[in-house]
């Protein structure tokens, strides 16, 4: 749990703690779509640096798309992987 992703995105990443009360973190996800420009900056950012690259994206987006492949992060996008 290196917390990176919930610092780099906050407004749209969280951490999911165990119900059974014992209050433990295992890991992060997206509470929520970005909903501006900067917050989808941040949702990348987030991607990025990932220490286990558990984030994905689900989308078609093009720009989305884009700008994921341009950042090297292709292998991260459902609609780019290569179905083999």
């Known amino acids: 749990m290196c917390l990176a992703p919930e610092a780099a995105a906050p407004a749209v990443m969280g951490h999911y703690e165990d119900p059974s009360g014992t209050n433990r973190r295992s890991h ?3 509470k929520r779509q970005p909903q501006t420009t900067a917050e989808l900056d941040e ?3 987030a991607m990025e640096i ?3 690259e558990n984030l ?3 989308g078609t987006d093009p720009e989305i798309l884009k700008r994921l492949r341009d950042r090297g992060l ?3 996008c459902d609609a780019l992987e290569e179905k083999g």
């Open 74 to 76: 292709s292998h991260l």
């Open 43 to 45: 949702a990348v950012l």
């Open 50 to 52: 990932s220490c286990i």
């Open 28 to 30: 992060c996800f997206y």
């Open 56 to 58: 994905r994206y689900g």
